[in-house]
T-cell receptor
Framework: SAVISQKPSRDICQRGTSLTIQCQVD?????MFWYRQQPGQSLTLIAT?????????ESGFVIDKFPISRPNLTFSTLTVSNMSPEDSSIYLC????????????FGQGTRLTVV | GENVEQHPSTLSVQEGDSAVIKCTYS??????FPWYKQELGKRPQLIID?????GEKKDQRIAVTLNKTAKHFSLHITETQPEDSAVYFC??????????FGAGTRLTVKP
């Protein structure tokens, strides 16, 4: 299993500002995943972060808006830049277990409200 | 890429009844199918999973079935209890950790 510590747990931000979300894992993992979950909706993958290389973004998400850092095998950050009310959502980081069955473990999420 | 569809979006059952949630997937390369339960305000947590070489798996009141030919899999909860009330997500994943989630099913178990 993996224990993920994500912070902040929630924040209220002014439009036009940026927020950086941090995730710390208790073990070394190759890939870390960032998801967005809008109220009552499913988990939408934003990007996959690999240590030592640029993150891979899904369709509809761009690096300028959601820059990601992955300085080592246990840590990653996601920045939500130049925020607008449409960015209000829950953001979750995730890692997969190693081995054959790739169970996903999630951080506790960051509830972001942009006003 | 993979597309996972999940039905129904909401499900209400009486305590003690069974609940069934169904998912379909599009990518034949998907070989791992987990189900996650997300209680209000909490993170999703794995409740059961199945690999593509198995047709059915059971864990107490929860079972999952997989029809690889038809590309669909289902979650079955028997003898439902109020604490089963949550949002359930199915997912499909390939060997390269590309995991896609269904839209979710909000299950309400009425006492």
């Amino acid at each position: 299993s993996a224990v993920i510590s994500q912070k902040p747990s929630r924040d209220i931000c002014q439009r036009g500002t940026s927020l950086t979300i941090q995730c710390q894992v208790d073990s070394q993992v190759t890939m870390m995943f960032w998801y967005r979950q809008q109220p009552g909706q499913s988990l939408t993958l934003i990007a996959t972060a690999n240590q030592g290389s640029e993150a891979t973004y899904e369709s509809g998400f761009v690096i300028d808006k959601f820059p990601i850092s992955r300085p080592n095998l246990t840590f990653s950050t996601l920045t939500v830049s130049n925020m607008s009310p449409e960015d209000s959502s829950i953001y979750l980081c995730s890692v997969h277990s190693s081995g054959r069955d790739t169970e996903a473990f999630f951080g506790q999420g960051t509830r972001l409200t942009v006003v | 890429g993979e597309n996972v569809e999940q039905h129904p979006s909401t499900l209400s059952v009486q305590e003690g009844d069974s609940a069934v949630i169904k998912c379909t997937y599009s990518d034949s390369a998907s070989n791992y199918f987990p189900w996650y339960k997300q209680e209000l305000g909490k993170r999703p947590q794995l409740i059961i999973d199945i690999r593509s070489n198995v047709g059915e798996k059971k864990d107490q009141r929860i079972a999952v079935t997989l029809n690889k030919t038809a590309k669909h899999f289902s979650l079955h909860i028997t003898e439902t209890q109020p604490e089963d009330s949550a949002v359930y997500f199915c997912a499909a994943s390939t060997e390269n950790n590309d995991m896609r989630f269904g839209a979710g099913t909000r299950l309400t178990v009425k006492p």
